[in-house]
């Protein structure tokens, strides 16, 4: 069963800037590399939406227009890990972060993902 843990959400004032992580474990180093991976997030009362996306080579990136020039996806296939670093965070990013990996493909809707991750908090302050 592939597993996905997040990690690097907290609390942080507008304008800073955070690290999130997505370690995804019981992929081989091939494996891994053939998924596409997702960053989405869900605020208070509001439904899952999409962030950013990755494509399993790494060379393509996809994200929501609100965060696009502020956020950046990455990812280290030698580590098995997916990044998404947030600059310049606004109080509407607050949200849960989850990341996702779907097989063979890349998408912005969360029913293209296969596997998701429990998801880390991040809260900005105004």
């Known amino acids: 069963q592939v597993q996905l843990v997040e990690s690097g959400g907290g609390l942080v004032q507008a304008g800073g800037s955070l690290r999130l992580s997505c370690v995804a474990s019981?992929?081989?180093?091939?494996?891994?590399?053939?998924?596409?991976m997702g960053w989405f997030r869900q605020g208070p009362g509001k439904e899952r939406e999409f962030v950013a996306a990755?494509?399993?080579?790494?060379?393509?990136?996809y994200y929501t227009d609100s965060v696009k020039g502020r956020f950046t996806a990455s990812r280290d296939n030698a580590k098995n890990t997916l990044y998404l670093q947030m600059n310049s965070l606004k109080p509407e990013d607050t949200a849960v972060y989850y990341c996702?990996?779907?097989?063979?493909?890349?998408?912005?809707?969360?029913?293209?993902?296969?596997?998701w991750g429990q998801g880390t908090q991040v809260t900005v302050s105004s």
């Open positions: 996702a990996a779907a097989l063979g493909h890349v998408g912005t809707t969360t029913h293209e993902y296969n596997y």
């Open positions: 019981r992929f081989t180093f091939i494996t891994f590399s053939r998924y596409g």
């Open positions: 990755i494509s399993w080579i790494g060379g393509n990136t």
